[in-house]
């Protein structure tokens, strides 16, 4: 079975530019999470999906940041206009629905952002 | 508020011996789910382990094995036999019941560092 894919592996793009990370889910899992890394913040979520639809926003740093998920196959977090401080390693997870028991969550390999 | 404590922010054992790494969390759900995840330098997040709550008996995969205490809200992960390839961070992870409000969020330990020394 294929895991979780996202793309690409690595961007490096200047300041001010615009970035779309894209991810695919596990096929048959209805829930999506977008995470972000640094050595600073540790592991962070910025957003997660169930069904399609944004449940959690809270982690979304700023307005900067938007993420979609038009499809159960595919999700895009996109950053406009994006800045250093953005960089990091991004991270899309995707899990099955807990109502049929433990679901853990399945990472992706990440998206390791540089922001010049 | 959930929240998952990880005391020891780095580790080191010796290649063939026996390692713990402790986890402790704070809620107030009677069940609920528990995990490990290691993310080696290659930056993959993999699953090791999951717990439920409501089981009494310790999940073991392996050479992994947890020692999960339910009263004292602690969820410690024993490395058997360790090997050079379990090197990497390691991070204890809790999740609501999913009869709970935004159930399927994951509240995460800061992590623990282990390396394991040939």
């Known amino acids: 079975d294929a895991g979780v894919i996202q793309s690409p592996r690595h961007e490096v793009t200047e300041m001010g530019q615009e970035v779309t990370l894209r991810c695919k889910p596990i096929s048959g899992h209805n829930s999506l999470f977008w995470y972000r890394q640094t050595m600073m913040r540790g592991l962070e979520l910025l957003i997660y999906?169930?069904?399609?639809?944004?449940?959690?926003d809270s982690g979304m740093p700023e307005d900067r940041f938007s993420a979609k998920m038009p499809n159960a196959s595919f999700s895009t977090l996109k950053i406009q206009p994006s800045e250093p401080r953005d960089s990091a390693v991004y991270f899309c997870?995707?899990?099955?629905?807990?109502?049929?028991?433990?679901?853990?969550?399945?990472f992706g390999d990440g998206t390791r952002l540089s922001i010049l | 508020a959930q929240t998952v404590t990880q005391s020891q922010p780095e580790m080191s054992v010796q290649e063939a011996e026996t390692v713990t790494l402790s986890c402790t969390y704070d809620?107030?759900?009677?069940?609920?789910?528990l995990f490990w995840y290691k993310q080696p330098p290659s930056r993959q997040m993999i699953l090791v382990i999951r717990?439920?709550?409501?089981k009494q008996q310790n999940a073991t995969e392996n050479r992994f094995s947890v020692n999960f205490q339910k009263a004292a809200k602690s969820f410690s992960l024993k490395i058997s036999d360790s090997q050079l390839g379990d090197t990497a961070m390691y991070f204890c992870?809790?999740?609501?019941?999913?009869?709970?409000?935004?159930?399927?969020?994951?509240?995460w330990g800061l992590g623990t560092s282990l390396a394991v020394n040939p």
């Open positions: 992870a809790f999740m609501k019941p999913h009869n709970a409000g935004n159930n399927r969020k994951l509240i």
């Open positions: 999906f169930n069904n399609n639809v944004p449940i959690d």
């Open positions: 809620t107030s759900e009677n069940n609920y789910y």
């Open positions: 717990q439920e709550a409501y």
């Open positions: 997870a995707s899990s099955g629905d807990p109502s049929r028991g433990n679901q853990p969550q399945h």
